[in-house]
Structures are given as C-alpha cells and as structure tokens.
C-alpha cells in the first residue's frame, strides 16, 4: 500500500468514527429534544409549545445575527492549516472582538423586540419567552465560535460531547423552570439555563487552542472574520429563518394550537434532519482542505461516496420515523397532535429526498465564496415563503410541510448549479 492510500485509509477510519461519534450526539438530541416537546406538550398543552417554538424561531433567527457568520471564517482559517499552532492562535485571537461586538449588539436587539415579534405573531407569552432567552442569546454566539474552534481543530469527538452536553441541559433548565414555577411563558429560559453553563467547558478549548505564540497579524485576521462575516452573516439568519419560516408563516396564519401540533412534527422532522448536519460538520473541514489545495477530482469522488451512502442511510431512517410516530402521540396521550402525522411524512419525504447533498450544502462558505451561499439561501427563502403563502390557507399544517419539502428540492437545484458555476465542483 502505498503512503498516499495509506493516509487515505487513515482519514477513513478516522471520519467514520469521528461520524459515529457524533450520530450518537444526533440520539441524544432526538432523546431530549422529543423529550422538551413531549414534557411540554403533555404537562403544559399545545398552546405553550407553540408559544415555545415561536420565540425559539425568533431566537434561532437573531442568533445567526450575533454570531455573524465569525464562527464560518474560524471553521474555514483553521481548516486550511489546522497543523500550524501558531496559525491558529492567531486566527481565534482576531475572531474574539468581533464576536463580543456583535453578541452585545444583537443580544440588545432581541430583547428590544420582544413586544413587536409578539404583536406580529399576535402571542404577548412570546414577548416572555424572548425576555427569559435573551442572556442565552449572548452566551450561544460565543458558544457557537466555540463550537467552530473545536470543529476546526476535528475534534469531532469533543465535538459531539459538547453538542450532547447542550440538549442536556436544556431538559435540566426545563426541570428549573418547572421546579421554580416560572410559569409556560417562560419556558425559553432553558436556553439561557444551557448555554451559560455550556459556555465554562467550550471557554477552556478555546484557552488551549491559543497556547501558541499569537502573531501581531491578528488585527488582519480581525478585518477578514469581519469581511467574511458581513458576507456570510446574511446566509446563516437566512439559513435559520428557512429552517423555521413554516411555524412562523403558521403563527401568522393560525392560532398557537395548531403551531404547536405542527411544530411538535417538525421537531421529529428535525431529529431526522441532524443526521445531514452531523455530515456537514465532518465533511466541512475536508472541503475546505481540498478546495484550498485544489484537489477537485479527489473531493468529488469523496462526494459521491457520500452521496450513495448518505442516500442508503436516510431512506431507512426516514421510513422508520414516519411509521413508528403513532407511537410518539400514544405516549403522548393529547388527540390534538395525531394531526400531525401528515406534515411530518411530507417534511421527511423532502428530508430523504435530498439527502445526499445536505453533507455538502456549505461548499461555497469552504470555498471562501460566502456572498454566493448568501445569495443562495435568500433565494431558497423566497421560495420557501412563496409557497407558504400559497399553500398554507388552502392546507394548513399539510400545506407548510409541502412548501418546505418543496423549497428543500429547489435548494438543491440551485446549489448544484453554483457548485459548477463559481467553484469547478461536480456535485
């Protein structure tokens, strides 16, 4: 064998266990976050988890904001010479201003929007819910460049520690909000509850990753986390806002009964979902090795092995979900969520069928191309919202799981044509 199959194999193994690793941190994210919905559900009702998964998409939307799109640059610098401690340091010194600018800014601004998100989605407990989540806010942006520091060095097993240790402490922070009766509307303070703890251990990576001498080029890094930011910070709200446009297009439509029963499936839909962003996260660091050497023929042989497996994987996980959900809503024992199972086998569908290119939905961030993947995900949102609009007052819950799936197609489209395009890339 020669010393380049050899590495080869090595990277291999190495991916599948860092993978294996990290689908065990996806079960654990399923376990509690089904475990979050179903506690609220069954002991609160639909309408207090409806309310709850309208301020988490606000929260999830002003997140991407303050974090900026400095946690990409980090994950992309890093990846490109994760060997060069020196390089390193110097690369998450730049990002730490940046980061504080914005998680202050925009920690700011979600609390300042309590009242209108509330007014909008015609829900005051969601002006609660967004006071009680907003100190998370600050601690998951600098939580989330954590995240991309440990990624970036592939410690994908750390990696999946420390995902699992998040959703953890969510059920715990559940426990303190019932325990201190905080009553429903503040049931988002879980999110403060867990990120201010998961903030300790994810502090101390970052404190080893900077042991290096740190170079007096990190003001440049600084201006270049910033540049990407600006340009890439648009795809990540963009990428979140999609992620969540159908329960807020629902908010807007229905009461926060019927959202809370959609977004109960949606959540189950989301379980299925993270098995795709486990891939991304170990696929991420090789695209940007290979792009940055230039090895396009390697990486699309790299991609299409992944695509078949990832096909195979997904098509089984997906029918097992649709199929055994009967049995989620007889433990959960509230006849108001069986409406639920329609939009679920519409949002899986769409999950399955775009399986093999999810691991991959990234590549132009790799590709140091961020406006183009910004540009991407405003297009996928226009899409998404257009058939919301179009479907949901004709469908209902059925209608926004149909837009989604749709929108999940287009994305794909769109994707492959700009991989070619901008980046030499077969997908």
């Excluded at 990290?22 to 002991?43: E, P």
């Excluded at 959703?167 to 009553?183: E, R």
């Excluded at 098509?315 to 009967?326: D, H, N, S």
């Amino acid at each position: 064998m020669s010393a380049l199959e050899r590495l080869r194999a090595a990277l291999s193994g190495r991916f599948q266990r860092d993978a294996l690793w990290n689908f065990g941190s996806v079960a654990v994210l399923g376990v509690c976050g089904y475990g979050l919905n179903f506690l609220i559900g069954r002991y609160w009702g639909a309408a207090p988890l409806g309310v709850f998964n309208q301020t988490l998409a606000a929260y999830i939307f002003v997140s991407q904001a303050a974090v900026g799109g400095i946690n990409l640059s980090v994950l992309r610098a890093m990846s490109e010479r994760r060997e060069d401690r020196g390089h390193v340091a110097t690369v998450i010194a730049g990002s730490l201003p940046p980061t504080l600018f914005l998680a202050s800014v925009f920690t700011l601004v979600f609390y300042l929007l309590r009242e209108p998100v509330a007014a909008l989605l015609d829900s005051p407990q969601v002006a609660e819910g967004i006071a009680a989540a907003t100190p998370g806010l600050f601690f998951f942006a600098l939580n989330k460049v954590g995240m991309s520091v440990v990624n970036g060095a592939q410690r994908m097993r750390a990696f999946a520690l420390y995902t699992s240790l998040r959703y953890m402490l969510m059920v715990a922070g559940l426990g303190v909000v019932a325990w201190s009766d905080m009553g429903p509307g503040r049931i988002a303070f879980l999110f403060s509850f867990a990120e201010g703890l998961l903030f300790v251990p994810l502090a101390v990576e970052v404190a080893a990753q900077m042991r290096a001498p740190i170079a007096p080029t990190w003001r440049t890094w600084t201006r270049e986390h910033l540049v990407y930011g600006v340009k890439s910070m648009g795809s990540g709200m963009l990428m979140e806002l999609n992620s969540r446009l159908d329960v807020l297009m629902l908010g807007v439509f229905l009461a926060d009964g019927p959202v809370g029963v959609y977004s109960f499936a949606a959540l189950v839909a989301e379980g299925v979902f993270q098995l795709l962003v486990v891939l991304q996260n170990n696929y991420n660091p090789l695209l940007a090795q290979h792009l940055a050497a230039g090895r396009i023929a390697e990486l699309e042989q790299l991609i299409a092995k992944g695509k078949r497996i990832t096909y195979l994987l997904m098509f089984g996980v997906g029918a097992a979900t649709v199929a055994v959900f009967p049995v989620f809503l007889w433990v959960l024992d509230r006849a108001e969520f069986a409406a639920g199972w329609l939009p679920l086998a519409l949002l899986v569908g769409g999950i399955v069928a775009i399986a093999g290119y999810m691991p991959f939905l990234q590549v132009l961030l790799m590709a140091n191309k961020p406006a183009w993947h910004t540009r991407l995900m405003f297009s996928v949102v226009l899409l998404n919202a257009y058939f919301n609009a179009l479907l949901i007052p004709c469908f209902g819950l059925s209608g926004a799981a149909g837009a989604t799936a749709l929108a999940m197609l287009g994305s794909v489209l769109m994707l492959r044509v700009l991989a070619r395009r901008e980046v030499g890339l077969k997908l």
